[in-house]
């Protein structure tokens, strides 16, 4: 005996009415527990909501495109009563010796919640990737959210291994010691064999067949299917549903050759199917590529520069800077062993015009309604590592020495290249400088680093012929280029600055001063 059941929408924390933007059953689907029915989107991550319980999908109240909120009817199921469940334990109880009992009986799975460890001195702290959902089996050690600071992520790890029973955080919340992530449930006996039947051969086969045979019909109607095979790499980094890409897998199809219809480009069930008829059709005419995805320090840094630069009135000031006085320094230096880069003469040089230009050493409260001057002056160095642009901070850069600083900067930005770096040894500049003189190049335009209002690019000194008055001489020059935020600083005030600057660089002894 069969009854009828409504699977309405639970709560998913505070939303008022979230987008259905696939449901993935249909009348007549037989479905499991934990099987996921639709998926939702919010403005910033998307959900699958599983099936509370099992059956079979009498009626559907949803479609793609409708917003639903907490208690919604999603869709009607026939299941299986209670007595006959009840009815069926007692048959099987019977039938069973106590040694069978024993050895297949499964255990009761037990709850544990997994609260956030600490984490160092961080009173709230983002979230901004959650790595797992409802019904995932993890192991202990497997990560399962990823946090944001100021200039760093980390990623937590499960303490013990189980299957997530719930879940009490979403990306964008903040977090703080003690606070519950999920709760998980320790694997029955069984559960290995469950995941199995599952994911067996079979259902995988058929699964990707029914899709298969539609497509290769369709394609047939058209033209002759030619024999070359379907052998392209799935790749993961593009807008699809865990079951579009999962069915891109069973087919052997890489989503990166596909342009989603969906909502924000995402790609739906009929964009892949009509990218799979169209290697059919065609043949596959693509060149061979190499899918890498993006360092996670990459993604985050690309983000911010991004915002960095819609959101900021960049205005960029070019100059050369004559540095033959300081290059004889550095080589009379080299002849007694002591090397000095020119990026710490230009950081000395940038203090001495910053204590006069106190605007450029400041940066816009929250509301950029304020400017905050720093009495202290601490830069940040852009440092190129195998991972992608970090910019860990010098501090008191004013109060060392030339070789103090050169140390300082060869020890931190080797621990950068490595990954050493920890957070508070990137916080704290008030100005930067990115300097590109050891790739080369002749002139580049910096984005600033919010919230800082200034930046200094440094390309590769070259020799170059200047007017001395009778004669052209080669001379040593530098290019630098400074961007500033014009909501705070002038041109006016930008064009002294890079004057000063200039006249420092270029007379070794009012440096050394």
């Known amino acids: 005996m069969t009854t009828q059941k409504n699977v309405e929408l639970p709560d998913i924390g505070d939303f008022d009415a979230v987008d259905i933007i696939e449901v993935l ?34 009626a559907l ?36 010796s106590p040694d069978s009992v024993d050895k297949n009986s499964k255990s009761t799975p037990s709850q544990k919640n997994v609260e956030l460890p600490d984490i160092g001195d961080f009173d709230a702290v983002d979230i901004i990737e959650v790595l797992v959902k409802v019904g ?33 955080v979403k990306v964008g919340d903040k977090v703080a010691k003690g606070d519950l992530i999920l709760t998980l449930d320790s694997e029955s006996e069984n559960s290995e064999d469950d995941e199995e039947a599952s994911n067996s051969p079979e259902t995988v086969i058929q699964a990707s067949n029914d899709v298969a045979s539609e497509i290769i019909s369709d394609s047939a109607n058209e033209n002759e299917i030619p024999k070359e095979e379907i052998s392209l790499n799935p790749d993961s980094n593009y807008h699809a549903s865990p079951s579009i890409r999962k069915l891109a897998r069973e087919l052997g199809v890489s989503l990166s050759g596909i342009n989603g219809t969906g909502k924000k480009g995402r790609i739906l069930e009929e964009d892949l199917k009509s990218h799979v008829k169209n290697i059919l059709k065609n043949g596959n005419a693509l060149e061979e590529v190499e899918v890498i995805p993006l360092s996670r320090i990459k993604k985050l840094s690309g983000k911010h520069l991004s915002k960095c630069w819609s959101t900021i009135p960049h205005v960029t000031q070019f100059d050369e800077v004559n540095i033959d006085q300081l290059e004889k320094f550095r080589k009379h230096q080299k002849e007694k062993n002591i090397k000095l880069s020119p990026l710490v003469f230009i950081m000395k040089a940038v203090v001495q015009v910053l204590k006069r230009h106190p605007n450029f050493n400041a940066s816009l409260d929250e509301t950029a309604e304020n400017l905050v001057l720093k009495k202290y002056f601490n830069l940040g160095i852009a440092v190129d590592t195998p991972n992608g642009l970090v910019v860990p901070v010098i501090k008191d850069v004013g109060k060392k020495s030339l ?42 335009t910096p984005i600033i680093n919010s919230p800082e209002v200034a930046i ?11 007017w001395n008055g009778s004669s052209f001489e080669p001379t040593a020059m530098i290019p630098l280029a400074l961007s500033y935020d014009h909501r705070v600083i002038d041109g006016a005030e930008g064009a002294r600055f890079m004057a000063e600057l200039n006249q420092v660089l270029s007379n070794i002894m009012e440096m050394l001063l």
Request: glycine share 8%; net charge negative.
């Open 456 to 466: 200094l690019g440094v390309s590769r000194t070259q020799i170059k012929p200047v």
């Open 25 to 58: 059953v249909k009348v007549g689907d037989s479905v499991n527990e934990n099987d996921s029915i639709i998926t939702l989107e919010t403005d910033k991550a998307t959900m699958e909501i599983p099936a509370p319980f099992a059956g079979k999908v009498s």
């Open 136 to 168: 995932d089996s993890v192991n202990e050690n497997d990560s399962i959210i990823t946090l944001e600071t100021d200039k760093a992520t980390m990623e937590i790890p499960a303490p013990f291994a189980g299957k997530v029973s719930a879940l009490s």
């Open 61 to 96: 109240s949803v479609k793609v495109g409708d917003k639903v909120a907490k208690g919604d009817l999603i869709l009607t199921l026939d299941s299986e009563s209670e007595n006959s469940e009840d009815d069926e334990e007692v048959q099987i109880d019977k039938s069973k």
């Open 403 to 444: 070789m103090e600083l050169s140390e300082e900067l060869s020890e931190i930005s080797q621990r950068a290249r490595e990954g050493k770096l920890d957070a508070n040894e990137m916080k704290g500049a008030g100005f930067t400088i990115s300097s590109l003189g050891g790739i080369g190049g002749t002139q580049f």
